[in-house]
């Protein structure tokens, strides 16, 4: 029925009142149809639900309890990676959803091997420090790897050195800039010494690289992440891991006081060949234009150091908690909502590529994709690739969310697996959280499931299916015609 129990429906004028059977004949057009149309005027109430049921009936919780703490870490290729496709699927079979399936993806298998060692020789004393290898790093020699250390801030400051660094580990020291309400800058800024340091150093022909952690705080957890040899020949790859906050810290510290220093560094980590594994996928069709897809999704691996609670567990059942909601209401879509759990966003984006392969052999129309992978803090708005037109449409809404104190609505990245999405009409949008404690935990040992706030979790579901919902019921502006 179009008009559904627990939804606002349209206003009834008691004085123009339908008679009996015209109201028969209505509402049966109406089902035939499929419309689920609300009235303008409704949204407010109709979001306050969304908000109700994410607070008090919300699954999300529970799932990423068991996808943490039960299985606990999804890296691709993984025992851990394969049952949390398992998972997911099941829950969402749970659901009712008109479709659920599997859809494979060939993913990297990269694996860490033995727990890695550092430490940092200042004469004969010898200085633990906390490290741990990249993704896709190879590892040292068995015995492990000794060399003077050479400082850097840059890329460009290693270039500047060039072959003074040549059979030396070179120790990118950039921080995160602290000066960034927008913490995501930060991390954009001093990514590349992470994913390109170890190429450019071997290039000097450095013999290692140690990169400073991606995170604002001191502390003594290293944070992985992907790095890439690019183009280089397999025979010039050298190791790279990460080192502590606090750790580079006392390294530079010493190294001011002690040119010549030397860091030993032992890791065992290796590629294996690529294997199978899926993006998980469910559906609500659509009753008025099925053909045209809404995307709400987060990536089901995670690294390996801890759970991966925030990144992105939380973004997955977040999303799985959209239709939860929509389908628990009897909610009845003009387009398809389709959640999708992709795989292999950490160290290859294999399935989101996959996802687009797929989408582009069937010709499928994507008009929207919604991304959570920023962790499952308060949320505070969206981030948003449109165009000026579908930027100010989805910037009209933002007072519809003024009461949940989410009032962020700017243009920006959506998110790493909708960006592989290209159907000419489509909007991309990204759940943001607030980021300031975000950085504390990705990509390291602490992102479990204690990290995690219930209620903020659910908050960001319910904001996530409250735009959902909008775009669905008032579609997207479509390029005119020249």
């Known amino acids: 029925m179009a008009v559904l129990k627990n939804f606002v429906p349209l206003r009834n004028n008691p004085k123009n009142a339908i008679k009996p059977m015209k109201k028969t004949i209505l509402l049966t057009v109406l089902v035939l149809n499929g419309l689920t149309s609300f009235a303008q005027s409704n949204d407010e109430k109709n979001i306050k639900l969304f908000y109700k049921k994410a607070l008090t009936e919300a699954k999300c919780y529970t799932w990423l309890e068991y996808l943490s703490n039960d299985i606990g870490s999804r890296l691709s290729g993984s025992t851990g990676a394969q049952q949390g496709v398992e998972y997911t699927k099941r829950q969402l079979e749970t659901l009712g959803l008109d479709k659920v399936y599997l859809q494979e993806v060939m993913v990297p298998h990269w694996v860490r091997g033995e727990k890695e060692t550092a430490f940092i020789l200042d004469g004969k004393v010898k200085t633990n420090v906390p490290i741990c290898a990249l993704g896709g790093s190879i590892a040292t020699p068995k015995t492990g790897l000794t060399a003077e250390v050479v400082e850097v801030q840059s890329i460009k400051e290693l270039n500047e050195l060039g072959d003074k660094v040549k059979g030396k580990i070179v120790f990118f020291n950039r921080p995160m800039n602290p000066e960034n309400v927008a913490t995501f800058e930060s991390y954009s800024e001093a990514g590349d010494q992470r994913r390109s340091g170890a190429k450019e150093a071997a290039k000097f022909g450095a013999i290692g690289a140690i990169v400073r952690s991606l995170n604002l705080r001191l502390d003594d957890f290293p944070h992985a992440g992907a790095q890439s040899y690019g183009d280089l020949p397999k025979e010039q790859y050298i190791p790279a891991a990460a080192i502590s906050t606090n750790g580079a810290e006392l390294l530079s510290k010493l190294l001011k006081s002690t040119p010549g220093l030397k860091l030993y560094f032992k890791q065992s980590c290796e590629t294996l060949p690529d294997v199978q594994s899926y993006n998980v996928i469910g559906e609500l069709t659509g009753t008025v234009t099925p053909e045209n897809i809404l995307v709400v999704g987060g990536h089901l691996d995670s690294w390996d150091l801890a759970d991966g609670s925030h990144d992105d567990g939380a973004g997955v059942v977040q999303s799985m908690e959209v239709v939860r909601i929509l389908k628990n209401l009897n909610y009845k879509p003009k387009n398809t909502i389709r959640v999708v759990l992709f795989m292999n966003e950490e160290n290859g984006g294999k399935g989101g590529a996959k996802y687009e392969e797929v989408s582009k052999q069937k ?120």
Do not use: C, W
Request: charged content about 20%; proline content about 3%; hydrophobic content about 35%.
């Open 363 to 482: 010709n499928e129309n994507h008009i929207f994709a919604l991304e959570s992978d920023s962790g499952g803090f308060t949320p505070r708005g969206f981030s948003i690739e449109a165009d000026d037109a579908n930027l100010k449409k989805i910037q009209g809404y933002a007072t519809l969310f003024e009461p949940y104190f989410v009032n962020s609505f700017i243009k920006g990245h959506s998110g790493s697996d909708i960006e592989h999405l290209t159907s000419k009409t489509i909007v991309k949008a990204g759940l943001m959280p607030d980021s300031q404690r975000y950085f504390d935990y990705h990509h390291a040992a602490n992102d479990k499931f204690d990290a995690i706030n219930k209620r903020e979790l659910e908050l960001g579901a319910a904001t996530m299916t409250s735009l959902i919902y909008l775009i669905d019921q008032n579609g997207i502006v479509l390029p005119t015609a020249n």
